[in-house]
Every structure is written in structure tokens, then in C-alpha cells.
């Protein structure tokens, strides 16, 4: 039986060794990163069209955490970006920016 997303939030809650805990998250965060930067924005088709995290909720992620501009994904924000305002022009969209951020 494979670990599941289960499992890994019953260790992190139950986990006494905070030395665990941290190399389990600077996993995830290895990983959330190679996916953001490397893998989604090399193939700007699939970013644009059907990006890697469902509703780029990585990105908003970052955003809701006050990350500075330059540490977004720069090529997934600019489609973010363009998707909003291409809804407010009543444009057609790929999806709609429902529960959208963006930097004023």
C-alpha cells in the first residue's frame, strides 16, 4: 500500500520531531517549486491552457502570503493576469477568475 495524502497529514499532525517535520515540508517545497518554475513555465501551452495545479492556486498561494512580485512564476502571473482582464472586457476566457489575486 503506497503512502497517501492522508498519511502525510497524520504524520505532520502527530510527528513529535520537528527536524521531520521540517525535511518533509522542504520536500514540498522542492517539489511545489520545480513545478512552478521549471515544469509549467517550460511548456507555455499547458501553463496558459491547463496549468499543473488546478486554478493556479500555487500562484495564489504565493500571493496570499505577501510573496513579492518577482518571486511569482513570471510567464503563469501574466496569464493569470491577462485572464482577468480579459473577463472584465467580457472577452472570452479560458476559465473564469473566480476567487482571483492579483498586485494592484
Request: glycine share 2%.
Given at each position: 500500500?503506497?503512502?497517501?495524502?492522508?498519511?502525510?497529514?497524520?504524520?505532520?499532525?502527530?510527528?513529535?520531531?520537528?527536524?521531520?517535520?521540517?525535511?518533509?515540508?522542504?520536500?514540498?517545497?522542492?517539489?511545489?517549486?520545480?513545478?512552478?518554475?521549471?515544469?509549467?513555465?517550460?511548456?507555455r501551452i499547458v501553463?496558459?491552457?491547463?496549468?499543473?495545479?488546478?486554478?493556479?492556486?500555487?500562484?495564489?498561494?504565493?500571493?496570499?502570503?505577501?510573496?513579492?512580485?518577482?518571486?511569482l512564476p513570471q510567464?503563469?502571473?501574466?496569464?493569470?493576469?491577462?485572464?482577468?482582464?480579459?473577463?472584465?472586457?467580457?472577452?472570452?476566457?479560458?476559465?473564469?477568475?473566480?476567487?482571483?489575486?492579483?498586485?494592484?
Open positions: 500500500m503506497p503512502l497517501e495524502p492522508k498519511h502525510y497529514l497524520k504524520f505532520l499532525e502527530n510527528e513529535a520531531e520537528a527536524k521531520n517535520k521540517s525535511e518533509l515540508l522542504d520536500l514540498l517545497d522542492k517539489r511545489i517549486n520545480l513545478l512552478c518554475f521549471d515544469e509549467c513555465e517550460r511548456d501553463c496558459t491552457l491547463t496549468p499543473l495545479c488546478s486554478r493556479r492556486f500555487l500562484l495564489r498561494l504565493r500571493i496570499k502570503n505577501n510573496l513579492m512580485i518577482d518571486d510567464f503563469c502571473y501574466s496569464v493569470h493576469k491577462g485572464v482577468v482582464e480579459r473577463y472584465f472586457r467580457n472577452k472570452t476566457v479560458v476559465y473564469r477568475p473566480y476567487d482571483a489575486y492579483l498586485y494592484l
